[in-house]
């Protein structure tokens, strides 16, 4: 048997170029323009629908990524108790940790004594240790840490901010770093960024700002570059949007290039990156969705080349028993490695026309950015100025707008919401405080937040607002409206009280009315929905003076007949979804 190479088929299926692709599309769009099948990311460049050959001239050159794609899983340990926090981190072996952050919650924790204890029995030539949290100052912490026994040979680093300081402080830093040569103590993190409500190409441009502001204040201390750069670590957050997080870590590994050449530097070290899964998207009421964001978030960071991921878990304990989140999360990363084997892949983004002009994009559209902020003094500056909060809250601005009007679906949130269950509405009231706390830019709050007032109300008053759908006319469309109608008012919290096709006979009104819903929602799939609308609203009001009438669908022309004979409102794709959810919680006295 004759084996043929794999491209011997390549020319029976001549390629395609750009413009024929595009003239075909175009035709078989017919009255849609060709904008339509164009994606407009929220970074506010453009992608197209096809890439080619043609575009391998436009590929960025990337450093080179590595060998063997392997990377440390790391686990987040909450250090109240050094003994309870090294019970914890010796547990964490069980799931392969490669690498142990504590997040201290009081510097006085940070005594030699104590990190001692929080070490016993961890190899830490190992295992890659990391601090986080209320730390006491950089300098006297890796003071403590060089006369903990065997930490010396510790990698790792610190994950929380190092404050300015004089050029003696520097350097006095600088010297004590020398005794844990591994240990990167200048941490770049991005993530309350992120949490904030930032975007893909800020995160990148903000940390090169962030390396670019170290790198000028320890030149000036005296501290060679590359020794500068084999101190640092980014953190990144790595959102659900797949292959724009894919491509993330590449475009900023580009950049970087750039730094450093403007800088003078050779551009052998590289800042490790880490990687944390994103909580702005991680629902409190439906968190079983939060496995499989993270374990997208997971592959992206994986395959983006990050040093160290670290997975957050998908419950905070207040809807699933923390040993059960725990071990559903750790599995995550096992499955990645064991089972998907996605270590022995190495960039697979590499030649993907579509990924290699994403990272293009991203790469282009953040250096831009980087600029702005290098313009306004560096990152420290542009901060203390407040241009950086101002562009995230931007951008938080749009995202929020989105998700409100369910032009982004967030599944669990703002569509297809699951009943609460026993344990929730045990911990009704902690859950309500946990989603008032969470950041301004976080995706999810709004929405759960009224869910929870509606259950809340509930449980409280032994009434749950009810909702009745009424459907009329051609029934493949009113079912449509129906269906919506019902994802609408379940994101709220509210109880769908029956939903028929009814006509407008005496007894349809009591089937409507039998079990005294709040509101009553109108689909009607007719031409002119109008008359029809106008004589249900007449009689429903007549029947029942506060039942609430809402329609499915666009207002009409002459909208204000309905508003005269009743109506309350419309709901239709585009409406502010959470603000109009929030309005019908007061008119049936939830809120």
């Known amino acids: 048997m004759t084996n043929s190479r794999p491209d011997s088929l390549f020319s029976d299926f001549p390629a395609v170029s750009r413009v024929a692709w595009k003239a075909k599309a175009i035709a078989e769009l017919k009255e849609k323009p060709y904008e339509t099948i164009v994606w407009h990311t929220p970074d506010g460049f453009d992608l197209e629908p096809w890439h080619s050959h043609e575009e391998n001239a436009q590929h960025l050159d990337l450093p080179p990524c590595k060998v063997v794609n392997s990377w440390k899983n790391c686990h987040q340990i909450t250090v109240h108790d050094p003994a309870t926090a090294n019970k914890a981190a010796l547990k964490c072996f069980d799931l392969d940790a490669a690498a142990l952050e504590f997040l201290i919650t009081d510097p006085a924790l940070c005594t030699a004594v104590n990190l001692t204890r929080l070490l016993s029995g961890i190899k830490t030539s190992a295992v890659a240790i990391y601090f986080s949290g209320n730390l006491p100052p950089a300098a006297e912490l890796l003071k403590t840490l060089v006369a903990v026994p065997g930490f010396t040979v510790s990698s790792g680093g610190l994950l929380s901010a190092i404050p300015a300081a004089s050029k003696e402080q520097d ?108 909580d702005r998207n991680h629902s409190l009421l439906d968190p079983y969705t939060n496995v499989l964001r993270l374990t997208t978030e997971a592959v992206s960071a994986i395959l983006g080349g990050y040093d160290t991921l670290q997975i957050g878990a998908f419950d905070t304990g207040l809807s699933v028993h923390s040993d059960i989140a725990d071990r559903i999360t750790g599995n995550i990363h096992l499955i990645l490695k064991e089972e998907a084997s996605l270590d022995r892949v190495v960039d697979p983004a590499h030649g993907s026309h579509y990924l290699e002009a994403m990272t293009r994009e991203l790469a282009e559209s953040a250096w831009t950015l980087f600029k702005e902020i290098e313009t306004a003094g560096g990152m420290a500056k542009a901060t203390d100025s407040g241009i950086i909060a101002t562009m995230i809250a931007d951008a938080a601005t749009k995202r929020q707008k989105a998700l409100d009007n369910r032009k982004k679906t967030l599944i669990g949130i703002n569509r297809y919401p699951w009943p609460l269950t026993n344990e929730q509405e045990e911990h009704i009231d902690a859950l309500e405080l946990a989603l008032e706390q969470l950041p301004e830019g976080n995706e999810t709050a709004g929405y759960e937040l009224v869910r929870l007032k509606s259950r809340s109300f509930s449980l409280k008053s032994g009434r749950t607002p009810s909702v009745f759908i009424w459907m009329q006319g051609n029934p493949a469309v009113s079912f449509q409206q129906a269906a919506f109608a019902e994802d609408f008012f379940k994101c709220g919290g509210f109880e769908i009280a029956g939903r028929a096709t009814l006509s407008l006979e005496e007894s349809a009104y009591s089937t409507a009315l039998q079990n005294k819903p709040d509101i009553v929602v109108l689909c009607i799939a007719e031409k002119d929905p109008v008359p029809a609308a106008e004589t249900l609203c007449q009689r429903l009001h007549l029947l029942d003076g506060n039942v609430i009438a809402v329609m499915a669908g666009k207002p009409p022309e002459d909208k204000e007949r309905l508003f005269a004979a009743g109506l309350d409102s419309f709901i239709y794709t585009g409406v502010n979804v959470l603000e109009m959810l929030k309005s019908y919680q007061r008119k049936t006295g939830v809120q």
């Open 171 to 278: 350097q006095e830093l600088f010297r004590l770093a020398e005794l844990i040569p591994a240990f990167r103590m200048l941490p770049v993190d991005t993530v309350p960024f992120h949490n904030n409500g930032s975007t893909a190409v800020q995160e990148i441009a903000l940390a090169l700002a962030g390396v670019s502001d170290y790198l000028h204040r320890f030149l000036e201390a005296g501290i060679p570059a590359d020794r500068i750069l084999a101190a640092m670590e980014i953190i990144l957050p790595v959102g659900s949007s797949h292959f724009i997080e894919l491509a993330k870590p590449r475009a900023l590994r580009y950049l970087l290039q750039h730094i450093l050449k403007a800088y003078g530097v050779s551009g052998s070290t590289l800042p490790a990156l880490f990687a944390r899964t994103s």
